[in-house]
């Protein structure tokens, strides 16, 4: 199983920057999908952003696109959300997500039965 550790959530003003990391480890294939997730009280649990490790194609939902952004750094197995001019919408617990041993086209949305690794999640609190 591909273990993930996320770190980096926080309180932050509207309009402010965080950036989440995600540590990943336990990969068993070199293709794989690396996602984020969140969930706001009361919401189901929504696709973010996500990565392919294979072609590095990104995609984004509507919300956060053109604010945040989704990268990984394969020398240092970590996965990140930089997360730009944040708003109280934003406040959510976010989890990265991993699908290993995956090349083929994944449609988006993502789906959380998609993925079956998780990390433990981080909160994001966006004041107004």
């Known amino acids: 199983r591909v273990q993930l550790v996320e770190s980096g959530g926080g309180s932050v003003q509207a309009g402010g920057s965080l950036r989440l990391s995600c540590a990943a480890s336990g990969f068993t294939c070199t293709g794989y999908y690396l996602a984020w997730f969140r969930q706001a009280p009361g919401k189901e649990r929504e696709g973010v952003a996500r990565i392919s490790s294979s072609s590095g194609r990104t995609y984004y939902a509507d919300s956060v696109k053109g604010r945040f952004t989704i990268s990984q750094d394969n020398a240092k197995n970590t996965l990140y959300l930089q997360m730009n001019s944040l708003k109280p919408d934003d406040t959510a617990m976010y989890y990265c997500?991993?699908?290993?041993?995956?090349?083929?086209?994944?449609?988006?949305?993502?789906?959380?039965?998609?993925?079956?690794?998780w990390g433990q999640g981080a909160q994001v609190t966006v004041s107004s």
């Open positions: 997500a991993a699908r290993d041993c995956y090349w083929g086209y994944m449609d988006w949305p993502p789906r959380p039965p998609q993925f079956a690794d």
